[in-house]
């Protein structure tokens, strides 16, 4: 059994695409972000980045020892998945396919994520007087992100090649809700496609729809929210520093 800690964003999806994909039995462990339930020390103790998702395995692979596996970043745990069950990441022994897919899990980790996480902040919760460069900034660099990825799918249907695999699952969360975040995918048909056939598979479609009902949808802002939004800061600082 696998401890799953989520709350319905595109960063909690990648990790529920992977859990339904690979059929693997999970405990929905829902994290309400906006009470700050992520800067909890048990959870911290999980994720000390204090940012969902992340996984307790219970049942790890050889390897790990006897206790539980925590792992957090959703890249992580997507190889993770990927190494413990064999399916959606190249053989280990295809050592340049394994490079490619380093480079592309951290392409999605260090520059689509922030950016579009950064774009929806300015378009969904910054002030509307603070709105304006920040959402045009994120969202020039969403498309050059978009561009990167239409690039690469030029001769090929998937990330990797013609095999669906974890880059994908961790890049389609993000470009799923292009629109909602005031990007268009019309320069990008490739990408646009690719999407679609994705959107399609119905673990997927299971992912995008758990606990639906919790997605915040604008209901906590910048000027309603002092636990998210950078002013829990705080919480993360060792304690001696607050002293
Ligand atoms: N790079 C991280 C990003 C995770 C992330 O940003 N999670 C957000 C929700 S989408 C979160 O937990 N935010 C809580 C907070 O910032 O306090 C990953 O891919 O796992």
Redesign the pocket.
Known sequence: MIDFYY?P????W??AIMLEECGLDYELKL?D?HS?E??EPEFLKI?P??????IVDHDPPDGYGDEPVPV??????LFYLADKIGRFAPERSDRRAMKELDEWLFW??GSQ??MA?QLSHFKNYAPDNERDYGFKRYLGEFDRNLGVLENRLADRSYIMGEDYSIADI?AFPWAFIAKPLGASLDDFPRVADWRGRIKQRPAVQRAIDLAKDKQNRGRHRVDNND????Q?SKSLKPKQAEN
């Open positions: 709350a964003t595109p960063n909690g990648k990790v994290m972000l700050g992520q800067f994720s980045n204090a940012k969902m998702p992340a957090f970043e959703s890249a992580a745990i999605q980790t994520g922030p996480g961790q636990i998210i939004f950078n829990s």
